[in-house]
């Protein structure tokens, strides 16, 4: 089935030490966003592309990255994680226009930082 | 700026109690609002998209609706297989992101 997939469910990493997060989609959607989810919040925007078009939350820390090689890829980079920075991250694709532009969400990666 | 805001944060039904659960927005030129499922330690799954007030839309025992200030989740003689937190998102016409809210998170006994 066409999905969105997000590797690896579940990370743990140590305080200070970078860490990537992967996310493949085999809907060829040109739009990808990475959200971070704290417990019991809203999903938050960190960022998102339009085709290889980067767009930066305003409020989206620096130590936050992201890499999309091509259509079907995206990478969240963190770069000194902290232990603020445990969350949920997750990955959606959604296309860009037209009349049915819902995003279609991944399984996540759960962050542990210790 | 855009919100979202839902309401209740938390529902607690018995199997078969039906319920409403609100989502308040404010956005400038609504292009979709989105009612997601999210279960414990998952990524949300889609339900609905409604574009225009009075638009309804159902899937099983959920029906959403839209006016121009908020939607409604209606839940109909829900089961325990209902029990998840309920997301709300609205996209601007503008802008393509998702703004979500927090959610209503319920959970339905037998």
């Known amino acids: 089935d066409a999905m969105v997939i997000q590797n690896p469910r579940y990370q743990v990493t140590q305080f200070g030490k970078p860490v990537t997060l992967s996310c493949s989609q085999t809907?060829?959607?040109?739009?990808m966003y990475w959200y971070q989810q704290k417990s019991s919040q809203a999903p938050k925007l960190l960022f998102h592309?339009?085709?290889?078009?980067?767009?930066n939350e305003a409020d989206t820390p620096d130590n936050f990255q992201s890499r999309r090689p091509n259509t079907s890829f995206c990478f969240l980079d963190i770069r000194s994680p902290g232990l603020g920075d445990a969350a949920m991250y997750l990955c959606?694709?959604?296309?860009?226009?037209?009349?049915?532009?819902?995003?279609?969400f991944g399984q996540g990666t759960r962050l542990t930082v210790v | 700026e855009d919100q979202v805001t839902q309401s209740p944060e938390a529902l607690r039904l018995q199997e078969g109690e039906s319920s409403s659960l609100n989502c308040s927005y404010t956005?400038?030129?609504?292009?979709?609002l989105f009612w997601y499922r999210q279960d414990p330690g998952k990524g949300p799954e889609f339900l609905f998209t409604l574009y225009s007030a009075g638009e309804e839309k159902e899937k099983e025992r959920l029906k959403a609706t839209l006016t121009k200030k908020e939607s409604f989740l209606h839940i109909t003689a829900p089961k325990p297989e209902d029990s998840a937190t309920y997301l709300c998102a609205v996209q601007a016409k503008s802008w393509g992101k998702l703004q979500f809210g927090a959610g209503t998170q319920v959970v339905v006994t037998p």
């Open positions: 592309y339009y085709d290889k078009d980067f767009n």
């Open positions: 959606a694709t959604s296309r860009q226009q037209g009349l049915n532009t819902e995003a279609f």
């Open positions: 956005v400038s030129g609504l292009r979709g």
């Open positions: 809907l060829n959607h040109n739009v």
